[in-house]
């Protein structure tokens, strides 16, 4: 059972940085498409990155491309992400998520079938 967990959130000021994992039993990280998704309240989910079984990042625009940073550990079989330069708008709560084994294709319209609970990263100014 793939079971994930998110830590590294919490409340910082802006234009702080904030690195957030991801770990948990029962699956092999490099076996997996994995990402970063976020949702603020009152909005839809978005996602923030993803990163393909060959090490490959994507990021959902210019600004996130600029601010975050997703790498992985498939040795310690950790996800992580990098925020600098954190905005109030960037307040949300931040899920990681996977999809897999080996399943086609990774990008934001893939359905991702491992989720975290999610981290609270509050951004004030």
């Known amino acids: 059972q793939v079971q994930l967990g998110e830590s590294g959130g919490g409340s910082v000021q802006a234009g702080g940085s904030l690195r957030l994992s991801c770990a948990g039993p029962?699956?092999?990280?490099?076996?997996?498409?994995v990402g970063w998704f976020r949702q603020a309240p009152g909005k839809e989910r978005e996602g923030v990155a993803i990163i393909g079984r060959d090490g490959s990042p994507i990021y959902a625009n210019s600004d996130k491309k600029d601010r975050f940073t997703i790498s992985k550990d498939n040795v310690q079989n950790t996800l992580f992400l990098q925020i600098i330069n954190l905005k109030p708008e960037d307040t949300a709560t931040y899920y990681c998520?996977?999809?897999?084994?080996?399943?086609?294709?990774?990008?934001?319209?893939?359905?991702?079938?491992?989720w975290g609970q999610g981290t609270q990263v509050t951004v004030s100014s």
């Open positions: 998520a996977a999809r897999g084994p080996r399943l086609v294709g990774c990008n934001f319209a893939s359905r991702f079938n491992y």
């Open positions: 029962g699956y092999t990280l490099s076996e997996y498409c």
